[in-house]
Structures are given as C-alpha cells and as structure tokens.
C-alpha cells in the first residue's frame, strides 16, 4: 500500500533557529497537507496546498511558516525563526480521490 | 463546519463489539461523516466515510440514520490493537481542512 514518508522523524532544534520538514507525499496525489500536534491536544490543520500554491491557511500559519513542493515529488515545511511553542508533531498528509493520507510525523522539539 | 460531539472515552473488552456514536446536529445537506482513528506517535488514519443509511468496509461499519444529525461507527470483535482515539468528521465530500475534536478514546483491554 502506497504511504507517505517524513524525515525526520524526530528534530530537535533551538529557539530562533530555521527549521525545515520534509515530506513525499503519495505519488498521485494532487492536494496536500500540513497538520500539527501539540502533545495530549487535537489534531490542528495548518495549510493545504494544490497546483503549486497554498489553497487554505490557519491562523497558525503565520509568516514564520512556509510550505514549498521544490520538485516532483518533496513537499516541505519551513519555520523561520522557531518558538518554544512550536514544539508538537507536525504530520503530513496527501489526499487523492478521497480520504487523506497522513503520514508518521515529525516530532519537534524546540529547547 | 458542522460541530460533532463524541464521548471522551469508551472501554471494551477483547472480542467485544464496540459502537461509538457521535452528534452533529447541524450537518449540511451535502456534508459527510467521515471516521479516522489515531494510535500514539502516529498520523490519523482512515477509516470510514458515509452519508446516509449503512456503509461498511473490511475494518468497521458506519450506521447514518435518516435525520443524518448522528451516526455511529461499529467495530465488530475489538482486539488490543484497536486502542486508539476515533475521531468523527463532518464535511464535504472532497473536504480539504480536517477539522478534528478531541475524539473518543478507547481501551480494549484482554
């Protein structure tokens, strides 16, 4: 069964620094995503993203956040300048006809 | 996005049945109900999606009533493995935000 990928799975960054997530999305898929999880709280929607450009956004994107599909097949999230409280699980996901595929995650850490 | 409510948690036994049943009170006319399940450390996953009457796959089934304004999600003889938190979703078909809740935990316990 085809999957979505994501490296890495675990990042541990300092405050400020630029952080960049990586993700391939399931190889036919036209949608994508980018989802966040602060430990022990809900699933939170961050951005989508079709034909090469963002389609929807959260509040929580914000200017610090940034999503690139550099080529065919990678599908990135940028942050900036990193917060404490960026720190959570930050899950890609890939949708074709139907449902979204999620992918494992990467969880962050900001110290 | 019509709101669900689902109960916080659920306990089962291994072998057991488990029917979780969440409201949306104010769905849409051409919105879905759409089910996935999380396990620890991973990404949601899919599970089921429905809009009226009885849909059901190789993993569960979703039950919509008429008034679609709930529906439940039947997992026939829960094993350990279906610990997990189930969310319910509502939107259109080709809905391209989740929108998650807090969802319904489960204990399958032996």
């Known amino acids: ?111 | 996005l019509a709101k669900t409510t689902q109960p916080i948690s659920m306990d089962s036994y291994e072998g057991q049945e488990v029917n979780i049943t969440c409201s949306h009170n104010n769905i849409a006319t051409n919105d879905y109900i759409t089910w996935y399940q999380q396990f620890p450390s991973q990404g949601p996953r899919f599970i089921i999606q429905g809009y009226k009457t009885k849909v059901t796959n190789e993993v569960a089934s979703l039950f919509i009533p008429a008034d679609r304004k709930s529906s439940t999600l039947s997992l026939p003889r829960v094993s350990l493995s279906d610990t997990a938190v189930y969310y319910c979703l509502v939107g259109d078909k080709d809905f391209q935000k989740l929108v998650f809740g807090t969802g319904t935990r489960l204990l399958v316990s032996p």
């Open chain 1, 1 to 111: 069964e085809p999957e979505v990928t994501q490296t890495p799975s675990h990042q541990v960054t300092q405050m400020g620094q630029e952080v960049i997530l990586r993700c391939v999305p399931i190889s036919n898929h036209l949608y994508f995503y980018w989802y966040r999880q602060i430990l022990g709280q809900k699933v939170e929607f961050l951005v989508s993203f079709y034909n090469n450009e963002i389609s929807e956004k959260s509040e929580i994107f914000d200017d610090q956040f940034s999503v690139e599909r550099p080529d065919g097949s990678n599908f990135t999230l940028k942050i900036r300048s990193t917060k404490l409280e960026d720190s959570a699980m930050y899950f890609c996901a890939s949708k074709g006809r139907q449902e979204q595929y999620f992918g494992p995650g990467t969880r962050l850490t900001v110290t």
